[in-house]
Every structure is written in C-alpha cells, then in structure tokens.
C-alpha cells in the first residue's frame, strides 16, 4: 500500500465490502477502519481461502497488503453494483472520474452464486433447509426424568431460560419454564409440578452465581418468580440488552429509541431469515385464539416444539452478541500485538517501558468512536428524546382482521405480534402495574 494516496480513497469507501490480497492469504469483510499508520480494520471477516468466518473484527498492515478489491455489497443493502476486481489505482481513477463528469454509473447485477446454507443449531439438530426440528424433553412429573434433568442442568456453566404462562409476572401464572443445554432441551411444567419443582432443584439453579442464564428480557420472568416463588434469578446474560449495549457502541455511543423482540434479534444478529422463525409467528396466532392456551394439557406436539425452539436460539444468539461486543477489545489487542514487534529496534532502545501514557493504539479508538458517530448521523432520524429511530424489520405477513371493508381493516404492529406478553392475554387477566410501561 502507498500510504500517502492509498489512505483517503480507502475512506471514501468505508464501510464497502471489499476483499483483501495479502501476501499470504485472501480475506473478504467490510471496511470499518483506515488508519493513516497504514492499518486496515474488517468486519464480519471470511478467509476466503479456507472459507472459514473469522469472529469480531480483525487487523491489516499495510505492509503485508497486496491487493484491494472493492466487491458488489454495501453494508446496510442500499446500494448493490456489480464491479469486477481491480486495484487500488484503477478504481481510484474510475471514482474521480465520475466525480469529474457527475456520471451515475449503473450495471446490471451479476448473480451471485448461492453460500451454502449450514445447519445453524447443528447441537440441536436444527437445520434451516427443514421445519424446524428440536428434541426436547418434557418434564410433568418428579419420577424418572426430574431428577436426571437436575443432575444434567447442574453440570452446565451456562444454559438459557424462556418462560410461557399467562401475564408472567406477580400477578399472573408462570405455566411452562424452559431450559436449554448445548444438547439437550428440557421443558418444565410448572403448572402441574408447581413450586415443587423449585424446591427440588430449579431454584438452586436459577440463583447459582456459578451457572449463567442466557434470557431474552429477563424482567418479567424475575418479578414473577420473586414474588410468587422467592427466588431471586441471578447471572443473566439477557439479549435484549445485549442488543442496546451493541447498538450503542455501533453508533458511537448513540442509543435507540426502542428495545429489540426475541424475533428482530435473531435477524439482526443471527440473520436468520423471517421464514424460519415461523414457530414465532404461530406461537403468536395461538395465543390470539385462545389466550389460555399455556393451560392446556395435554399440550399438542406444535406447542411444544415452539416452546423448545424459543430456548434453544438464546444459547447462539448470545454467542454472537458477545463477538460483537468484543470488537472493538479484538482490535485494540491486535494493535498491542503488533505495537513493538512490527518496529524497528531503534524504536525500542529510547522506550521506558515504566511509562503509562496512553499509547497510540488505544488512542485510535477515539477515531473509531467519532466516525461511527459521524456514520450514524447520517443513517438513522432521531427522536424528540435524542434516541436514534432504528430500521423497522418487517417479518412474515402480521396478523390481519378484516371487518369487510378496506377501511375497517386492523393490523397488528410488529411490536405487537412479538413481544412476550401480548394485548390478547392482558385484556382476560388481572392487571399488572409493571406491564404498563411497556412500549406501544
């Protein structure tokens, strides 16, 4: 790379995909970060020699780069354009030159061949070119299986917990309490075992410092369970703040104007497709039909599976909320890596090596926090709050009631069909002050 002209075309491409030729390897990710020191920072990195994802973010010097190729995807979908492979020179001088002619240049899209689709909860036998598959176990009594349960969920260091009943909290019923292993899925029924079932060994687990609970929300389920069981849940790693904190540094410090449902933060950051959330979908359109539903027994094999399949997608989805958060750790430790060894010995022999100012390659993340800022400015309206608007996903075809006429037909918002604890089983229950601020 040629540090003096090289920098700031790479900036006017930021946040391109673009792929990398190194003088010993081929990496493909988005440009997050052009360093004038000659270091190029990807995201969402696939080594494409190998084929193999490469977790957070991951360094390049300039020294070692090659080649820089800008390819046909731009992160947030905006604009697609096929162009082929060319170097550094050639499409600086394209760039300036319909700078100069205030030309548009448009291509016809060339097909991109099909990624192969990989299982995304192989442990869990879940493969997204099938419905959608889980072995669970249901445990509605304390012979045989409760106890081989415990001694199982007892072993693991992290695990997920979702739950199902009728307005979870103080004053409703908790009917289903779910938890899920990296191999096995069991489903508890709290409404035919009752607070037994805590007794004999689920509290000892969801007040264990030791085990950490994987939640997505984990408000509801903390009220009802302190107040109707004494259990005070502890060690959560929930999702839905996960998802703010991850927002929050991606935007530069900004936060949103809304919390994100279990459904919008598997598409976000397992990007799963909203059609092999389904069982999200149905679970909705049962309760619309008979908010009682939880109570039923015994209860049909669809319910089931849904109630599994909520489980089991918290264990990956936290996975990936971790990676992502620890981006920004990633780079800065690769710089440390490289800080000295990268460098020449005379470098050194000035050094104190008691010193403590703040060295350059953590200054940088002052520029990282700025251009994000900057990026996120121009990318999302904010609120009268200050909050930025986030982009509204639009799942599967929501639940629609036609009354005859165009104009009296209601839609269900999103936020509505997926949130936890839904207006159709509100209306047929005790209130419950604490569900009054949730969001509309």
């Known amino acids: 790379m040629d540090p003096s002209s090289d920098y700031h075309f790479l900036n006017q491409i930021l946040w391109r995909r673009v792929k990398l030729t190194l003088v010993c390897g081929v990496f493909e990710g988005v440009l997050q970060h052009v360093d004038p020191n000659r270091i190029v920072v990807l995201k969402k990195v696939k080594n494409v020699e190998t084929g193999r994802s490469v977790p957070g973010v991951k360094m390049f010097f300039g020294h070692e780069i090659v080649n820089v190729e800008l390819l046909d995807e731009v992160e947030q979908g905006a604009v697609r354009e096929s162009v082929s492979s060319v170097s550094l020179n050639t499409e600086r001088t394209r760039v300036d030159k319909m700078k100069n002619e205030d030309l548009r240049v448009c291509e016809p899209p060339s097909p991109a061949p099909k990624a192969p689709t990989t299982s995304l909860l192989n442990d869990l036998k879940y493969s997204p070119l099938e419905d959608e598959e889980v072995t669970y176990t249901v445990i509605d009594q304390f012979q045989q299986k409760f106890g081989a349960a415990m001694l199982h969920i007892k072993k693991q260091s992290v695990l997920s917990v979702a739950a199902e009943g009728a307005n979870v909290c103080r004053h409703g019923k908790l009917c289903w309490l ?137 264990l990956p989805l936290r996975l990936v909320l971790l990676d992502e958060m620890m981006s920004d750790l990633t780079t800065l430790v ?28 953590l200054l940088q993340f002052k520029d990282f926090q700025k251009q994000r800022r900057e990026r996120a400015v121009k990318e999302y309206r904010t609120n009268a709050k200050g909050l930025l608007l986030r982009t509204e996903l639009h799942p599967k075809k929501s639940v629609t009631e036609t009354a005859g006429k165009e104009g009296n037909e209601t839609r269900v918002s999103p936020s509505d069909n997926f949130h936890p604890f839904r207006k159709a089983v509100l209306s047929t229950l005790p209130p419950c002050p604490a569900l009054e601020k949730i969001p509309g």
């Open 178 to 314: 779910q938890v899920a292993t990296n191999s096995r899925v069991y489903l508890f029924d709290i409404f035919l075992l009752g607070s037994r079932a805590f007794n004999n060994g689920l509290q000892m687990v969801l007040e264990d410092k030791r085990i950490l609970k994987v939640i997505h929300d984990c408000r509801w389920l903390s009220d009802c369970l302190s107040h109707q069981y004494g259990i005070l849940l502890n060690n959560v790693f929930d999702t839905q703040v996960a998802d703010v904190l991850q927002f929050s540094m991606e935007t530069g410090g900004f936060l949103p104007n809304c919390v994100s449902t279990l459904q919008e933060s598997l598409i976000r950051h397992l990007k799963v497709a909203p059609k092999y959330l389904s069982f999200l979908e149905e679970r909705q359109q049962q309760i619309l039909e008979n908010p009682e539903v939880w109570f039923t027994r015994p209860l049909s094999p669809s319910l089931l599976k849904i109630l599994a399949l909520e489980a089991t997608y918290l």
């Open 334 to 361: 690769d710089g440390y890596l490289n800080a000295y060894r990268k460098g020449s010995a005379e470098q050194l022999g000035g050094m104190e090596p008691s010193c403590m100012e703040l060295p350059g390659e």
